[in-house]
Every structure is written in C-alpha cells, then in structure tokens.
C-alpha cells in the first residue's frame, strides 16, 4: 500500500509555456501532498505543503504566481510551472501523507522537467 | 548554513568492503529518517529513529541516532553493486527537512 505516482516522468517545454505535473495517492487518501525540487547531484528542498482544499503553504522564495498548486482532492495536486524558463529545468518530486498513517510520507518517482 | 551536513559527499567503494556515511546538525531533534533514492525515482524510506542511543538494524545497514539525538550514522557491511544510490537523512515531523546528501557508488 501507499503508492504515489507522478504524471508526466518526463517533460520538455519551450520557454515561455506552462506545464502540469500531477501527484496522485493511488491506494489511500493524501490530506497533504507536499512538493519537492531537486537539482542534479543535490538534495530535495521542499517547495510547498497543500492541504486538501486549501491553499498551499510555499516555502521562502519559491514563488507562488510561478508555481501554481492545487489540492482539489483527496487523491491529486498538481503542480503548474507558468511562464517556464530554463532555470525551471529540475527534477521535481512529491509526497503524500495520511493524516491516518501518522507523519510519514510516500513519495512519487518524480518529473523531469525540461525548458528549452 | 546547511541544517542536516552529511559526510562524505560522494563515496565511491569496491564491492565486499564497508562504510560509514554520517549525518551531522547542531540541533537536536525528536526524530530523524534515512532514505536512499536512486537515479530518476523518488527517496525511499530505509528506517526511522527516535531515541538517543537507538541503533536499527536492516540487513547490512545498520542506523544509530546520536545519543544527544543530534546526529545519526549509517552502516553498510559487505556493500553490494544494488546499495548505489543517494542516502539522505531527514528530519521533521509536518515538513520535511533533508540533508546534503551522500552519493554511494559500489564498484562491482
């Protein structure tokens, strides 16, 4: 049990267009999805926490017009990267939590994403 | 200043030998977590620790937590080709914090 998947694992966009990663709980009910952000060869840093029907929490400096989320339901967040530029070019994970399960996470295979 | 400093950075061994990756703060913390993530999938969750002093064994890993419950090692024993992979340590409870991370190569 607790399988997060990612949606697409790997993207490529021109610069100046947006993209969609989605985040799905595929066997339990996520009441938060966090959103993480990986460079080659470092570690996670935590971009923002959603909550089911709220609106999420971004860590300093990460910017909330760029990096839209949404928490529409108990099993989905996506992540919406506006206005792409190449510096956006990471790889970008999720997690999942059940407010059942206690305070560990799940978390997805990840999104390459790609600006040209 | 990095919360969670681990050591070495990038680690690169023969097959059959051991080692030791550590994972160092200056803050104390409830608990704390060891994942490894491989190439082009998320971290997966190795162990967790809650007591100062707490050693976990898994297999050939085994975890300690510091007994002042700021810092936590590693063990591999006879490492194995399948143990490549990026370690990280983690801590928090709402959001996780994690380390720098250590890169594990096992030569076969």
């Known amino acids: 049990g607790a399988v997060v998947s990612q949606h697409p694992s790997r993207v490529i966009c021109k610069s100046g267009t947006s993209v969609k990663i989605e985040c799905r709980s595929l066997?339990?009910?996520?009441?938060?999805m966090f959103w993480y952000r990986q460079f080659p060869k470092k570690s996670l840093m935590l971009m923002a926490t959603?909550?089911?029907?709220?609106?999420?929490?971004?860590e300093q400096g990460v910017e909330k017009d760029k990096f839209l989320i949404n928490h529409a339901s108990l099993t989905l967040s996506t992540l919406t990267v506006t206005s792409a530029h190449p510096e956006d070019s990471s790889f970008y994970i999720c997690s999942a939590r059940s407010g059942f399960k206690g305070y560990e996470q799940y978390f997805g295979p990840g999104t390459r994403l790609t600006v040209t | 200043t990095q919360l969670l400093e681990q050591s070495p950075q990038f680690l690169s061994i023969q097959e059959g030998e051991n080692l030791t990756v550590y994972c160092n703060s200056s803050?104390?913390?409830?608990?704390l977590q060891w994942y490894r993530q491989e190439p082009g999938e998320g971290p997966v969750l190795l162990v967790t620790?809650?007591?100062?002093?707490e050693v976990k064994k898994l297999k050939r890993l085994t975890f300690q937590f510091g007994d002042a419950r700021k810092d936590s090692s590693l063990h591999i024993t006879a490492a194995q080709p399948g143990d490549t992979g990026l370690y990280l340590c983690a801590v928090g409870n709402e959001k996780l914090t994690f380390g720098t991370g250590t890169r594990l190569t096992i030569i076969p």
């Open positions: 959603s909550n089911e029907g709220s609106k999420a929490t971004y």
């Open positions: 803050s104390v913390f409830s608990s």
């Open positions: 066997d339990f009910q996520a009441t938060t």
């Open positions: 620790v809650v007591t100062g002093g």
